[in-house]
């Protein structure tokens, strides 16, 4: 079966651009948790999404944003790009809420 | 809130010896832990994870942790290190947020070094 997908691998981007990172969740699973994980640290939790609703957020700004598909998909916006948003954007999913949650490979974000 | 620390940020042993790499919490109620290891430019792997019960813990790959509640903390061990156990190891919390979401709260992380 096939794991977490993540796309594009790599981005980059210019200060105050937007960008939308994209995962595909194994089947079955309906849970989509968003990560942000700066270089030299560990993950930091950015939202989870259960059945197309936002059930958790942690402390970021505004500026980002998601949502999830009927398909269970996630995208992950992010706007008005920050040097500070370069970092690695891990998405995870889970069968429910609360269940082990399987990391999906990355996206590589630089902001220039 | 909810925190993990992980105390050594780089650890190195040989290859065949023994490892435990420290991991403290700080959680109100019950937590929920895990160890989960990340090689160069891929996502995270869990090893392994304790919910309830028994307080030495099985993982994948011949790791083990044992959750102490006295001391809040669940460190995990290797009896005998392989080249290939080099990566970087994270500790997470699992808190319960409103509405029954899981937030993962991870430790900055060990980095491990094995020597041939």
């Known amino acids: 079966d096939a794991g977490v997908t993540q796309s594009p691998t790599h981005l980059i981007k210019t200060r105050g651009q937007h960008v939308t990172l994209r995962c595909s969740p194994i089947s079955g699973h309906k849970s989509v948790s968003w990560y942000q994980q700066v270089l030299g640290q560990g993950p930091q939790f950015i939202f989870q999404y259960y059945e197309k609703e936002e059930r958790g957020r942690g402390n970021f700004p505004d500026r980002f944003s998601a949502r999830q598909f009927p398909n269970y998909s996630s995208e992950l916006n992010v706007n008005a790009l920050l040097l500070g948003d370069s970092a690695l954007y891990l998405c995870?999913?889970?069968?429910?809420?609360?269940?082990?949650?399987?990391f999906g490979p990355g996206t590589r974000l630089t902001v220039l | 809130a909810q925190s993990v620390t992980q105390p050594d940020i780089h650890i190195t042993v040989s290859e065949g010896a023994s490892l435990e790499l420290r991991c403290n919490y700080s959680?109100?109620?019950?937590?929920?832990l895990f160890w989960y290891v990340q090689s160069p430019g891929q996502g995270l792997q869990l090893l392994l994870k304790?919910?309830?019960?028994?307080?030495l813990v099985q993982g994948i790959k011949g790791f083990e942790a044992e959750f102490k509640r006295s001391q809040s903390s669940f460190n995990l061990r290797k009896p005998s290190v392989h080249w290939s156990d080099a990566a970087e190891y994270f500790c997470?919390?699992?808190?319960?947020?409103?509405?029954?979401?899981?937030?993962?709260?991870f430790g900055s992380g060990t980095q491990l070094t094995v020597l041939p």
């Open positions: 959680y109100g109620a019950t937590p929920y």
């Open positions: 304790y919910f309830s019960g028994d307080t």
């Open positions: 997470a919390v699992g808190a319960t947020l409103s509405r029954s979401a899981r937030q993962l709260t």
């Open positions: 995870a999913s889970s069968v429910g809420l609360a269940g082990e949650q399987f």
